[in-house]
């Protein structure tokens, strides 16, 4: 029924794809100081964008950039491979 939204899915899922990956970060009680930050501190949305917050089994989409983050917190991000490793590497 929606055949370009299903290739894009099928894409972003595929092994062989390094255009755009989709990648779940959990954010860890020591993690550098993540917790308690606010997304404002990930890169710039043009970079990688935070799809969902996962946070005490409740799916939160499109959390507002300042969504404070906690330990536990489990973020559903897209973007380039370069992106989502700063991503991850700032959390």
Do not use: H, W, Y
């Not at 860890?28 to 996962?54: H, Y």
């Amino acid at each position: 029924m929606r055949p370009t939204a299903v290739e894009f899915v099928d894409t972003v899922l595929s092994a062989d794809n390094g255009q755009l990956l989709l990648e779940d970060l959990t954010i860890g009680a020591t993690r550098r100081g993540s917790a308690g930050r606010s997304r404002r501190c990930s890169p710039k949305a043009n970079e990688a964008f935070v799809l969902a917050l996962k946070r005490e089994g409740s799916m939160r989409f499109r959390p507002a950039a300042e969504t404070p983050l906690q330990a536990g917190d489990e973020l559903v991000a897209a973007g380039p491979p370069e992106a989502i490793r700063s991503l991850e590497q700032r959390l």
